[in-house]
C-alpha cells in the first residue's frame, strides 16, 4: 500500500531538517576556519588567566617561504603574543612570563609537526 504523496513530503522534510541540524552542529564543533590546535588554544587560554598576564593572542599564517614537503601537510606558523600588565615589576614580569612558557611551549610542541621555536619581544 501505498502512503499519501503529503505524508512522504512530510517525512522528506523531516530528514532534509534533521540532515540540516547535523551538519550545523558538526561544522560549530568542528570549527575548521579556527586553525589553532586544540593544545595551544587551551595554553594559550590558561596563560590568559595567570596573574600579571593581561593579553595571550594567537596568530596563524601559512609559510610560503618554507619549502614544501613532497608529502605531508604543509608547513604553518603561529606567533604568539603575550601581553603583560604595565605595572608588574620587573621581577612580576619574569614570574609572569616564565608562567607562561611553561604553558605554552610544550602545547607547541605536543601539536607540532614541525621543530618549535620561540622568541621574545
Known amino acids: 500500500m501505498h502512503e499519501p504523496p503529503v505524508q512522504v513530503g512530510i517525512r522528506v522534510r523531516a530528514v532534509l531538517l534533521l540532515v540540516l541540524d547535523v551538519t550545523i552542529v558538526t561544522i560549530l564543533v568542528w570549527r575548521p576556519w579556527d ?3 586544540g593544545e595551544l588554544r587551551g595554553a594559550a587560554r590558561e596563560a590568559s ?3 600579571g598576564v593581561a ?3 594567537i596568530v596563524h599564517r601559512e609559510t610560503a617561504d618554507i619549502p ?8 604553518t606558523e603561529f606567533e604568539v603574543s603575550v601581553r603583560l600588565d604595565a605595572r608588574l615589576t620587573a621581577d612580576g614580569a619574569a614570574v609572569a612570563a616564565e608562567g607562561v612558557h611553561e604553558l605554552l611551549v610544550p602545547a607547541a610542541q605536543a601539536g607540532a609537526r614541525d621543530d618549535v621555536t620561540g622568541s621574545c619581544a
Open 35 to 37: 586553525s589553532v590546535p
Open 68 to 75: 614544501a614537503r613532497k608529502f605531508g601537510p604543509e608547513p
Open 55 to 57: 593579553e595571550v593572542d
Open 49 to 51: 588567566r595567570l596573574p
